[in-house]
């Protein structure tokens, strides 16, 4: 049995078995691949995949659980690799980044400006994308932490608290709720409004009814949505986080207690090697989860245990 083989028969079956679409992205021939795939059937004495003709069909319920062995052990393999070129080289290397808008535009850059001048050998990147895209890059290893505006449990990614940030109302200054101190919800619900996709928590009688069917848009890029009420299609619900006095003077905002925020969060997939500057980053996204604290984090057995860590920690507002 070779390294090789079981990572031909993972890529197949993350190629839902068209072995054209996996011999190009492994740089092969089909034919190789095929010979190696049935030489570890072989000498293993099962059937991995069906096949009609020369075409692969379906996964055999061995197969699945062997496929599954096999991608744990590549993993290993290369959890096994980044620690010997960490031992070797301890502050080179990469970090990938798989962040929302939010946290891309407005917390990443002044993040990398000083972690790049503390680590200046290890190359820095950051994958933009949904929610949704950003844990998937994670999950299959293409990133290494995600950043995402809200902590999200589930799957094998372990998710941590980062910072607490705040929603507010954004307006152009002429709108004639600006001059208003203290908007309530009945105020809001005669405009229409631009949403970053969040909750707006509203009451649930006829003013907060009224106000879900108010929504003109949803723009989960706060630059597109600030765009969006300069063109007077309605008053903007974002993260204040996304507020730049200088760039968006004619604008103005309004911070109300009713508009839920939201609470970062860090994802990290579960069982991976952390190399030290991966943890100097995260430190300095999240002050309160030292070294010590994530790996306490990444040892517990069980989402109750890992609660109880997090309870009393406080979190940075920003």
Same mark, same amino acid.
């Given at each position: 049995?070779?390294?090789?083989?079981?990572?031909?028969?993972?890529?197949?079956?993350?190629?839902?078995?068209?072995?054209?679409?996996?011999?190009?992205?492994?740089?092969?021939?089909?034919?190789?691949?095929?010979?190696?795939?049935?030489?570890?059937?072989?000498?293993? /004495?099962?059937?991995?995949?069906?096949?009609?003709?020369?075409?692969?069909?379906? #996964?055999?319920?061995?197969?699945?659980?062997?496929?599954?062995?096999?991608?744990?052990?590549? *993993?290993?393999?290369?959890?096994?690799?980044?620690?010997?070129?960490?031992?070797?080289?301890?502050?080179?290397?990469?970090?990938?980044? %798989?962040?929302?808008?939010?946290?891309?535009?407005?917390?990443?850059?002044?993040?990398?400006?000083?972690?790049?001048?503390?680590?200046?050998?290890?190359?820095?990147?950051?994958?933009?994308?949904?929610? @949704?895209?950003?844990?998937?890059?994670?999950?299959?290893?293409?990133?290494?932490?995600? +950043?995402?505006?809200?902590?999200?449990?589930?799957?094998?990614?372990?998710?941590?608290?980062?910072?607490?940030?705040?929603? /507010? +109302?954004?307006?152009?200054?002429?709108?004639?709720?600006?001059?208003?101190?203290?908007?309530?919800?009945?105020?809001?619900?005669?405009?229409?409004?631009?949403? *970053?996709?969040?909750?707006?928590?509203?009451?649930?009688?006829?003013?907060?009814?009224?106000?879900?069917?108010?929504?003109?848009?949803?723009?989960? *890029?706060?630059?597109?949505?600030?765009?969006?009420?300069?063109?007077?299609?309605?008053?903007?619900?974002? @993260?204040?986080?996304? =507020?730049?006095?200088?760039?968006?003077?004619?604008? #103005?905002?309004?911070?109300?207690? =009713?508009?839920?925020? /939201?609470?970062? %969060?860090?994802?990290?997939?579960?069982?991976?090697?952390?190399?030290?500057?991966?943890?100097?980053?995260?430190?300095?996204?999240?002050?309160?989860?030292?070294?010590?604290?994530?790996?306490?984090?990444?040892?517990?057995?069980?989402?109750?245990?890992?609660?109880?860590?997090?309870?009393?920690?406080?979190?940075?507002?920003?």
């Amino acid at each position: 049995m070779k390294l090789q083989q079981l990572r031909y028969i993972v890529e197949v079956a993350n190629h839902r078995l068209n072995l054209s679409a996996t011999a190009e992205s492994l740089y092969t021939s089909q034919p190789g691949i095929s010979k190696q795939v049935r030489m570890l059937e072989d000498e293993l /004495g099962i059937q991995i995949f069906e096949r009609s003709g020369k075409h692969l069909t379906q #996964i055999t319920p061995i197969g699945r659980d062997v496929i599954k062995v096999a991608t744990e052990v590549l *993993d290993k393999v290369a959890t096994i690799k980044v620690m010997a070129k960490q031992h070797v080289h301890p502050e080179q290397g990469t970090l990938t980044i %798989a962040a929302t808008h939010l946290q891309a535009r407005y917390i990443l850059p002044a993040i990398i400006k000083s972690f790049m001048s503390r680590f200046p050998k290890v190359a820095v990147t950051v994958r933009q994308g949904s929610a @949704a895209q950003c844990r998937a890059a994670v999950h299959d290893g293409v990133a290494d932490l995600l +950043l995402a505006d809200a902590r999200e449990e589930g799957g094998d990614l372990l998710m941590l608290p980062s910072f607490q940030w705040q929603r /507010g +109302l954004v307006m152009p200054k002429s709108h004639p709720l600006a001059v208003t101190s203290s908007l309530t919800q009945a105020e809001l619900a005669n405009y229409a409004l631009v949403t *970053d996709g969040g909750p707006l928590a509203l009451a649930h009688d006829e003013v907060g009814a009224h106000a879900e069917r108010r929504i003109a848009c949803c723009a989960s *890029d706060s630059d597109v949505l600030k765009t969006y009420v300069r063109q007077g299609l309605g008053i903007g619900v974002m @993260a204040m986080l996304a =507020w730049e006095p200088e760039r968006d003077a004619d604008l #103005i905002t309004k911070t109300v207690s =009713w508009l839920p925020g /939201g609470v970062a %969060a860090i994802g990290l997939r579960r069982g991976t090697f952390l190399c030290a500057y991966l943890y100097d980053f995260i430190e300095r996204l999240a002050p309160q989860l030292t070294r010590e604290r994530v790996e306490q984090c990444c040892s517990a057995r069980s989402s109750e245990e890992l609660d109880q860590l997090l309870a009393n920690q406080s979190v940075l507002q920003r």
